[in-house]
């Protein structure tokens, strides 16, 4: 029995997690897996409710859990709340991924070659779809660095990483890059950063347990400018905390919508955290636009690299794959009229059926 705890969050969240539940249950009846999911409040829900955005019980639950499927957290009623600690995001992720060691943030950006019209670059350099690992370093950097101050008209923010983050999260790049192409980019700023001279050192340091591996690095502003020149040369890119913020925000833009892109956060062992790298998309919520696609695919990398069934993983990678080309789309890939417009559920519901029937003709 694995436990599995479902916080929804805040805006789009319960929509897109009902979807993704949906999933999870049609693949673990098809895989005979037995997941227990229990449901509790984090973000605005729960500063609601009890007045901060992480109680002890949903940290509890976590504690208690093998995996948190998490929805999203936030909205323009909680950017006013006065103390910044108590704010969605701030006071539940931060410290949701702190407190769990959650230092590995996994986003696959993946052009699916049925969605290339969608990606903002010019056809012949998309041709076929891309699909490009980022591994992003997250509980280190100037995101946690102290001292962090504002005082009157000056302001610090401290850059800080040690050996021991960098070999940490280099190790977990090398290996999804021994999963894939092989090919690793380290991604750091060593002609002015000292952390970043570190990392370069560290990182090579690492590889050498990893002879299969073609390790390069690079600068962060050229990075930059290759993700939308060459997407298609990257395999797996690894970064510290904010170069990989931005980074993985710059790759999703290419694949059409911040709704496909799942991500996983992992700690040291199979602990993991699994959500849509988007937010809670006030903007949208309850009008049936939310794509649930990125919180899907979020369900299968849980299954990965939590729960070790690879087989059920796939299956939904497949059936999403199968329902793009089927021509389904909710509103933000919604590329041309000839694509069958569907809303959340009805993205959730294709899916599932998808699953249940071996990925046959969906619809
Ligand atoms: P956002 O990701 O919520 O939305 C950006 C744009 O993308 C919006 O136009 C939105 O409609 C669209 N979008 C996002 N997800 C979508 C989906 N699944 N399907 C279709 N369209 C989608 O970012 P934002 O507007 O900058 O932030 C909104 C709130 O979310 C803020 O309070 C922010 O702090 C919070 N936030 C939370 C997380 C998190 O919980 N991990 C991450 C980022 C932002």
């Known amino acids: 029995m694995s436990k599995i705890a479902v916080l929804a969050g805040d805006g789009i969240g319960p929509e897109i997690i009902a979807e993704g539940l949906k999933v999870l249950h049609a693949v673990a009846s098809k895989h005979s897996l037995t997941l227990e999911f229990t449901e509790a409040l984090v973000g605005g829900a729960a500063y609601d409710a009890t007045g901060h ?50 230092y590995a943030n996994l986003r696959p950006c993946v ?48 850059c800080v990483y040690t050996r021991e983050e960098i070999t940490r999260i280099a190790h977990v790049a090398f290996k999804a890059a021994q999963k894939r192409d ?14 970043s001279r570190l990392w ?27 993700l939308v020149r060459r997407p298609q040369s990257f395999d797996v890119i690894v970064t510290e905390n904010l170069f990989g913020d931005i980074l993985s925000d710059e790759a999703a833009q290419l694949t059409g919508s911040l709704g496909m892109l799942p991500s996983a956060s992992l700690g040291s062992g199979t602990f993991g955290l699994y959500e849509p790298s988007h937010g809670s998309a006030p903007d949208i919520t309850g009008t049936g636009k939310a794509n649930p696609l990125a919180t899907i695919l979020s369900a299968a990398l849980l299954l990965r ?25 909710t ?3 919604m590329e041309d009229q000839n694509c069958n417009h569907v809303t959340c559920r009805q993205m959730g519901d294709l899916v599932a059926g998808a699953i249940m029937r071996d990925n046959d003709a969906p619809g």
């Open 53 to 102: 955005p992480l109680p002890p019980e949903t940290l509890t639950l976590v504690q208690q859990s093998d995996a948190v499927f998490f929805g999203a957290v936030g909205g323009p009623k909680y950017d006013a709340i006065p103390d910044p600690n108590l704010r969605p995001e701030r006071g539940a992720l931060l410290p949701l991924r702190q407190k769990m060691g959650l």
């Open 305 to 329: 690299y939590s729960l070790g069934a690879e087989e059920a993983a796939r299956d939904i990678e497949s059936a999403v794959t199968h329902v793009l080309q089927g021509g389904f789309r």
């Open 200 to 226: 370069r050192e560290t990182v090579t340091q690492v590889s050498q347990d990893y002879p299969h591996v073609a390790l390069t690095h690079q600068l962060v502003d050229a990075t930059a400018m290759d």
């Open 111 to 158: 052009l699916y070659s049925s969605l290339a019209a969608a990606c903002p670059l010019r056809p012949d350099l998309v041709e076929g779809g891309f699909d490009i690992l980022v591994v992003r370093e997250l509980t280190g950097g100037l995101y946690f660095g102290q001292p962090k101050l504002w005082e009157g008209d000056r302001a610090v923010d401290t």
């Open 182 to 195: 092989r090919r690793l980019l380290s991604v750091d700023k060593a002609n002015v950063l000292e952390t």
């Open 331 to 333: 509103s933000d890939i």
